[in-house]
C-alpha cells in the first residue's frame, strides 16, 4: 500500500469486529514498505487498539509482515489478542470512533486541521471524522452537543 499515492481504509471500517484495525494494517503495510509517507504507525490510536487487544507493536508488525492478506492477520489476532464480548468490543469501537482531543496541545492540533479542511465544519470534535473528511469520505453533519 502506497500512503503517498492513496488513503488507508477509514477507522469505521471493522475488521474481525475492531474499528481502526483495517486501518492499521494499511499503514503497517506501508511502513514495511517504505510509503507511509506522511502517515504514522504506530500512532495513539494504533497504541489504543494494540492495548485493548494485548498485543504489542512489535508483534502486530511481524504478523503483518508474514501474512500478506488480512485474512492471515485476522487469524493470528483472533488467536492471540485479549477475548472480549461482543458488547465490550461494540462499546470500545463506539469510544474510540468519538474520541477527541485529549490535551490542549491535541485540541490546538485538532482545531488547525480542521481549520485548513474546511473551518465551516465546527460540528465535528472527534479524531475519526477529521481523517474521513480530509481524505475526501462523507462526513454526516453532527447535532452540536448539548450540555446536561
Known amino acids: 500500500m502506497d500512503l503517498r499515492k492513496d488513503f488507508p481504509r477509514s477507522m469505521r471500517v471493522t475488521l474481525a469486529g475492531y ?3 483495517a486501518r492499521m494494517i494499511d499503514k503497517c503495510r506501508a511502513v514495511l514498505a517504505g510509503t507511509e509517507g506522511e502517515y504514522i504507525y504506530p500512532c495513539p490510536m494504533d497504541d489504543r487498539l494494540m492495548e485493548f487487544a494485548g498485543i504489542t507493536s512489535e508483534q502486530f508488525t511481524e504478523t503483518v509482515r508474514a501474512n500478506p492478506t488480512d485474512d492471515g492477520v485476522v487469524s493470528w489476532l483472533q488467536q492471540k489478542a485479549t477475548p472480549h464480548t461482543p458488547a465490550d468490543l461494540e462499546e470500545w469501537n463506539q ?13 490546538a492540533r485538532f482545531k488547525k486541521y480542521l481549520n ?26 453532527r447535532e452540536p452537543a448539548h450540555p446536561s
Open 19 to 21: 474499528a481502526h484495525l
Open 95 to 107: 469510544k474510540l470512533l468519538a474520541r477527541g482531543p485529549s490535551s490542549p496541545e491535541s485540541s
Open 116 to 141: 485548513a479542511i474546511d473551518p465551516s465544519r465546527t460540528d465535528l470534535t472527534a479524531w475519526s471524522d477529521l481523517q474521513d473528511l480530509e481524505e475526501g469520505r462523507i462526513v454526516p453533519r
